[in-house]
């Protein structure tokens, strides 16, 4: 123990195989995703109100997740959520922008890749994060997203 | 044979020893990282809570903001907390030659965006209703989180990362995510 300070720190991860197959499950497929035709389809019927609303909400529920996380999440999971969390801000950060400018289209564009990327984290928990004892709370957390 | 055994006996001891050593390192870590969020606890949260913040510069300048500006800066700030958030992800995690993920940093910038997003999370709505009284007391929630946090960053990571340059730059990283702001305060 006296010695560890000459030798170079060692990184000790706490959630690697967690971290691994974030990235191979869920960061993958997300970022190759382009469009979905029916998803598409489905936000052209929407009106231009309801799209607004629905990116609202969105925004307000990722808030919302981060506050409730920040509040009672107090563990080595801290990594993995982040990971989670930073996905969810990449597919949102144009959002503000456009709903300010009131650009429909857009929003409409931005739509489809949060839902797949929401579907895939909820995939990816279900499957790696089961005998977690925070599996409930991360769970309904996302789901409400 | 007995020159065998002794030698399976050492080979084992030092595999022993050498997974005590990983062990006391984790829980090390593990004990720093409590700590950590402690003090955030302590010093972050508290303050910020009981609305213990006096800097005469932040409400000031807020105060002295026209409404077009506020409107403006809650859209920048909103998408600063969600562009902050995707760099510093992709930097630790993606570009494996200049910084490893580091775990520790990691959670800590999560609870760092987290506490933020406290501030932000009424400004979709008042942005939408255009309630501008509502975004002046939330950029003024706003100013003061990260003004909090930015003092604990420099204060309590830096002296985590001396020593190691991987290190140093996943702080630098997430310091300049919070400092570089196209409004300064």
Same mark, same amino acid.
């Given at each position: 123990?006296?010695?560890?300070?000459?030798?170079?720190?060692?990184?000790?991860?706490?959630?690697?195989?967690?971290?691994?197959?974030?990235?191979?499950?869920?960061?993958?497929?997300?970022?190759?995703?382009?469009?979905?035709?029916?998803?598409?389809?489905?936000?052209?019927?929407?009106?231009?109100?309801?799209?607004?609303?629905?990116?609202?909400?969105?925004?307000?529920?990722?808030?919302?997740?981060?506050?409730?996380?920040?509040?009672?999440?107090?563990?080595?999971?801290?990594?993995?959520?982040?990971?989670?969390?930073?996905?969810?801000?990449?597919?949102?950060?144009?959002?503000?922008?456009?709903?300010?400018?009131?650009?429909?289209?857009?929003?409409?564009?931005?739509?489809?890749?949060?839902?797949?990327?929401?579907?895939?984290?909820?995939?990816?928990?279900?499957?790696?994060?089961?005998?977690?004892?925070?599996?409930?709370?991360?769970?309904?957390?996302?789901?409400?997203? | 044979?007995?020159?065998?055994?002794?030698?399976?006996?050492?080979?084992?001891?030092?595999?022993?020893?050498?997974?005590?050593?990983?062990?006391?390192?984790?829980?090390?870590?593990?004990?720093?990282?409590?700590?950590?969020?402690?003090?955030?606890?302590?010093?972050?949260?508290?303050?910020?809570?009981?609305?213990?913040?006096?800097?005469?510069?932040?409400?000031?300048?807020?105060?002295?903001?026209?409404?077009?500006?506020? !409107?403006?800066?809650?859209?920048?700030? *909103? &998408? +600063?907390?969600? $562009? @902050?958030?995707?760099?510093?992800?992709?930097? %630790?995690?993606?570009?494996?030659?200049?910084?490893?993920?580091?775990?520790?940093?990691?959670?800590?910038?999560?609870?760092?965006?987290?506490?933020?997003?406290?501030?932000?999370?009424?400004?979709?709505?008042?942005?939408?209703?255009?309630?501008?009284?509502?975004?002046?007391?939330?950029?003024?929630?706003?100013?003061?989180?990260?003004?909090?946090? !930015?003092?604990?960053?420099?204060?309590? *990571? &830096? +002296?985590?990362? $001396? @020593?190691?340059?991987?290190?140093?730059?996943? %702080?630098?990283?997430?310091?300049?995510?919070?400092?570089?702001?196209?409004?300064?305060?």
């Amino acid at each position: 123990m006296i010695f560890r300070k000459d030798v170079p720190m060692k990184q000790v991860d706490f959630n690697q195989e967690l971290l691994d197959a974030f990235i191979e499950q869920v960061q993958k497929p997300y970022l190759k995703f382009t469009s979905d035709r029916k998803l598409t389809m489905y936000l052209q019927i929407k009106s231009n109100q309801e799209v607004l609303d629905e990116c609202k909400d969105h925004l307000d529920n990722f808030f919302q997740l981060q506050r409730e996380l920040y509040f009672q999440i107090n563990n080595t999971m801290g990594n993995v959520l982040f990971a989670c969390c930073a996905l969810v801000a990449d597919a949102l950060h144009n959002v503000t922008d456009h709903i300010l400018n009131l650009d429909f289209e857009s929003l409409r564009a931005e739509l489809p890749k949060f839902w797949f990327l929401k579907a895939m984290l909820l995939k990816y928990i279900d499957n790696n994060l089961e005998h977690h004892k925070e599996y409930d709370l991360v769970k309904n957390k996302f789901y409400k997203l | 044979m007995f020159l065998m055994r002794k030698k399976t006996v050492k080979v084992r001891r030092d595999y022993i020893t050498k997974l005590e050593n990983r062990i006391a390192e984790e829980n090390d870590q593990r004990v720093f990282y409590c700590e950590l969020i402690q003090k955030f606890r302590e010093e972050v949260q508290k303050p910020y809570l009981k609305g213990q913040v006096h800097s005469k510069d932040i409400e000031g300048e807020v105060n002295s903001l026209s409404d077009e500006e506020l !409107l403006t800066r809650a859209v920048v700030h *909103l &998408k +600063e907390n969600f $562009e @902050g958030q995707r760099h510093k992800y992709f930097d %630790t995690i993606q570009d494996d030659y200049f910084s490893v993920p580091d775990s520790i940093i990691d959670s800590i910038s999560l609870i760092c965006f987290a506490f933020c997003a406290d501030a932000l999370h009424n400004m979709p709505h008042h942005i939408l209703e255009k309630n501008n009284e509502g975004l002046r007391f939330d950029l003024l929630q706003y100013y003061q989180a990260r003004y909090l946090v !930015l003092q604990y960053i420099e204060k309590y *990571l &830096k +002296e985590y990362m $001396e @020593g190691t340059p991987d290190y140093k730059i996943a %702080t630098h990283t997430l310091i300049e995510n919070f400092r570089m702001s196209e409004f300064k305060i």
